[in-house]
């Protein structure tokens, strides 16, 4: 398994931009597959984003154009930059360690607000 502790959330206006981080433990960091997804009160677990080992990188429709996913594995990190923030953007952020089973970080709360 991987620890994972995800920073950066926070409170901004609509239209604006924050960056996630999500810091891994473990030196096989590189080989695994890292996401992110978020969570809205009353709502389901939302997938967001995918990378792959290899750099790919894959996207829910509903913030495809506006977020972007990346990581450095020279620093067991993989971020997500969230561009044109919305309202509804309003959730819980989680990393994910794409392992079997994955492994979650503990969240970092994002509030848009109007």
């Known amino acids: 398994q991987v620890q994972l502790v995800e920073s950066g959330g926070g409170l901004v206006q609509a239209g604006g931009s924050l960056r996630l981080s999500c810091a891994a433990s473990?030196?096989?960091?590189?080989?695994?597959?890292m996401g992110w997804y978020r969570q809205a009160p009353g709502k389901q677990r939302e997938f967001l984003a995918r990378?792959?080992?290899?750099?790919?990188?894959y996207y829910a429709d509903s913030v495809k154009g506006r977020f972007t996913i990346s990581r450095d594995n020279a620093k067991n990190t993989v971020y997500l930059q969230m561009n044109v923030l919305k309202p509804e953007d309003t959730a819980v952020y989680y990393c994910?360690?794409?392992?079997?089973?994955?492994?979650w970080g503990q969240g970092t709360q994002v509030t848009v607000s109007s």
């Open positions: 994910a360690a794409f392992l079997v089973p994955t492994s």
């Open positions: 990378i792959t080992s290899g750099g790919r990188t």
């Open positions: 473990g030196s096989r960091f590189s080989v695994n597959d």
